[in-house]
Structure formats: C-alpha cells, structure tokens
C-alpha cells in the first residue's frame, strides 16, 4: 500500500506516519531524513544537497525528487510505503506522477491554524532526554523541569508563535494545492486532528482500512 500524509506543521501527521509504518510494517520516508542521511553519508545528491543546505538556501525539487526516486528504488519499499513531507507542491507530485507513482490513498491531517499556534507555543523540550511536555495539556510535575531526568525544559525557537504563523503562511501557500490535487484523483480523504493523539489513529486507521478492504 502507498499512503501520503499530508498536514499543515504541528498538526501531527508525522506522528501519525510512524504509527501506520509499525502498524503495517512499511517504511515512513521522511524527506528530512532522507537529506540528513544523505548528507552524513557523502552521496553525491548529499553532497549537492548540503551545499545549498550550508549557504542557506532551499535544496531545488530536482534534488529532493532524485532522493525520494533513490529511497523508493529500495528493497524495503517493495510493499508499499509511506509518504511523511513529500511531495511539498503541487511540481513534486506532478514529478512523483510522471515515475509512474499512483498512491493509494492521501490523508490529510486537518487542525486550524489557531490550534496549531496553541499546541505548538506551549510544548516545552527537555535538554537532555527530549521529553516533550505541553504547558497546558501535559505539564510536568515541576514547572520547567523534566519528570524522567530532572533536565530543564526548553522553549524552541521553532515553537514561537511568530515562526509558527510565519511556516503555516508558506504551508497554505505551497502544500495546500496539493488537497485539491489529491482529491481530482479521487484518493484524499480528510483527518481531522482530535486533541488526543490516539483518537486521530482511531480515524486514521479506519480510513485505511476502508482501501485496504476494498
């Protein structure tokens, strides 16, 4: 199976992709992931990538699309696989198509970009261990101190508001076009985001499912 998931930042579609991978033993491909491997690994699509990563600039689509080909051509997506960030506009799915790529489905993790701002600002990191806490919805016992490891809490750079609304703009900008890209090809369907995590898997996966029964 072939699934998409696509979601504006912090509405959780990354959380909900691993889910699925260990549920149905499918990798999650992660471009992220992909550009840091190829980086620390010294490929020469790394290579290329990591001197646009170093002077700042955006890594093109052509290189982007040539490791997601690269990834793809792997023995361990032969079963299917999972598409976490990929394809970011509406020129990498067109790319994705002409591989001859058809998805089986695309799962749009839908949050309001309130809700998004709310979770987002108020998620502290521990500096040592990476336990995440939510200064609202999952505080730790002592205020700016981790539970597991007594580490301080951290408040990131990347969760402050004004770079929150700054990402979700380029998001509605860049990403959205591909909702109504998706669902011409008939294979979107819409998630929408609950504040308990499992109660999104609840509905992910009976979206799933519904493919995978036909």
């Known amino acids: 199976m072939k699934l998409m998931f696509l979601g ?8 909900q992709a691993e889910i699925v991978s260990e549920k149905y033993s499918i990798p999650a491909i992660s471009t992220g992931a992909l550009l840091r491997e190829a980086m ?19 890594v093109p689509d052509e290189v982007i699309i040539g490791l997601v080909k690269e990834r793809l051509a792997e023995k ?6 999972i598409l976490d960030g990929f394809p970011r506009n509406v020129s ?10 058809k998805l089986d489905l695309v ?27 939510h200064t609202e919805s999952s ?19 990347d969760d402050d508001p004004v770079v929150v609304k700054h990402r979700l703009e380029v998001y509605h900008e860049q990403t959205e076009p591909l909702i109504n890209y998706y669902s ?23 979206e799933i499912d519904k493919v995978r029964n036909k």
């Not at 504006?8 to 959380?15: E, F, I, R």
């Open 8 to 15: 504006a930042p912090g509405a959780g579609k990354g959380t």
């Open 40 to 58: 620390a690994n010294g490929t020469e699509l790394g290579t290329l990538a990591k001197k646009y990563v170093d002077s700042g600039s955006l």
């Open 76 to 81: 361990d997506c032969a079963n299917g696989y």
């Open 92 to 101: 990498q799915a067109e790319a994705l198509d002409q591989m001859g790529i």
């Open 107 to 133: 799962i749009d993790i839908h949050v309001s970009d309130e809700r998004i701002v709310k979770r987002m600002s108020g998620r502290r990191v521990c500096k040592d261990c990476g336990r995440s806490y």
């Open 139 to 157: 505080p730790s016992k002592v205020e700016g101190v981790c539970d597991v490891c007594n580490g301080e809490l951290l408040f990131r750079k």
């Open 184 to 206: 011409k090809k008939g294979v979107l369907v819409t998630v929408e985001g609950q504040e308990e995590k499992a109660e999104t898997t609840k509905l992910t996966l009976a």
